[in-house]
């Protein structure tokens, strides 16, 4: 087999990148380790900047999420008992975020590929990158017993942190940071209405928790657990009700409570790995780096890399140009450290951190006193929150 670019990974980056490039009439293959239910299975973010949706709808996919998608102006910052409200929209000039799982932008770039008659192997068992210092790269597989080639001109790792792109470039040409938080986020997905028509953002003494949505009538609730707890441990009348002592009394009173569809600990990690091109190979999404979920910015970063690498491949093929490939990288990490600051920053704000004793708590609260009642302070957080512009430092 052929191709222009072998794109390994088919979540919402490779999905996303395979979609951009057809669109320029650039040839793709995407080889994924699960199957499309599997992917679809996985639940996710929940949260998209101004910069995805664009890029969602010059993907052409952007429909049902402009339809059913919830958006969001603010979002409640919940601290001794008490909330407050984040204005994004004035905050940050008229700017909002969109409330669109991840589940259906996957849903939406995996209809948009199938309709447009592209090729994703799913399944594909042992991937394997080679000659990617090359001029002639090559991904092999294996499915149904058979082993199978890809020739092609560019390699895109969209393969998520556990991904086997990143995995195979050698040590000595690769720098990673990573920081692994002392917890997880235990989330529950549920057919309830959401307990507030906004985000709220929780720090108690109990720990973090953060009340989200789907829609009108789907949540998604997290809470902030020791890494060594086990997810069947708990039921879900545990977990309404560790979410009832974290939460106001308001939302106590009106938080409606249902059987979990679905309950996971994800743990929580600050990842970046350096540089993001290895000669003909790209790095994209997870699979270079990983923020934890406070800030939602995982997926929102994910989009871009795409927008960048997809401008950048193009470029080539179109322009004869290597500017946008030589410049991926730098481009991407500047954007990524930025992301990785605000993400460390607002998850070290609003977590519990036993190890730092009652001053630790008596700091964060002060810290929050401040950002709701500094339009400066809560400028700040709306900025990050609502995400950078597309073109940002350029
Ligand atoms: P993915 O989604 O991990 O997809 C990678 C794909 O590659 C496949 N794969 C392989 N395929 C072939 N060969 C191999 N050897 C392979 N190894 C792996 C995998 O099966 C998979 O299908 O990475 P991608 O596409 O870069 O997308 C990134 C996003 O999924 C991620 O950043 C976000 O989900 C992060 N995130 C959030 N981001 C936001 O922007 N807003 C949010 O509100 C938000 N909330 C979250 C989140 C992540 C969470 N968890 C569980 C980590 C909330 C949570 C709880
Ligand atoms: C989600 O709805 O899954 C979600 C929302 C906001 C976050 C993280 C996750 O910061």
Known sequence: MRTQVAIIGAGPSGLLLGQLLHKAGIDAIIVERQSGDYVLGRIRAGVLEQVTMDLLDEAGVGQRMHAEG?????????FKGERH?????????????????????????????QAAGLTTIYEANQVSVHDYDSAKPRVRYEKNGQTH?????????????????????????ITEFEKIYPFGWLGMLSDTPPVHHELIYANSTRGFAL?????????????????????????DAAFWDELRLRLDPAAREQLVTGPALEKSIAPLRSFVAEPMRFGQMFLAGDAAHIVPPTGAKGLNLAATDVK??????????????EAGINHYSARCLRRIWRAERFSWWFTS???NFPENGPIGQKLQE?????????DVGARSVAENYVGLPLNFGE
């Open 308 to 321: 960048y690498l997809s401008s950048a491949i193009i470029e080539h093929y179109q322009d004869k140009s």
């Open 85 to 113: 409200r984040i204005d994004l929209n004035r905050l940050t000039g008229g700017k909002n975020v969109m409330v669109y799982g991840q589940t259906e932008v996957t849903h939406d770039l995996m209809d948009a590929r």
């Open 149 to 173: 080639e890809i020739e092609c001109d560019f390699i895109a790792g969209c393969d998520g942190f556990h991904g086997v792109c990143r995995a195979s470039v050698p040590k000595r040409a």
């Open 349 to 351: 704000l609003m977590h």
């Open 211 to 235: 009340c989200s949505q789907r829609s009108h009538t789907r949540s998604r609730y997290y809470l902030q657990v020791p890494m060594t707890d086990k997810v069947e441990n708990w039921s």
């Open 366 to 374: 002060a810290e929050l006193d401040y950002i709701v009642n500094s």
């Open 70 to 78: 919830l958006v969001h102006g603010g979002f409640d910052m919940l």
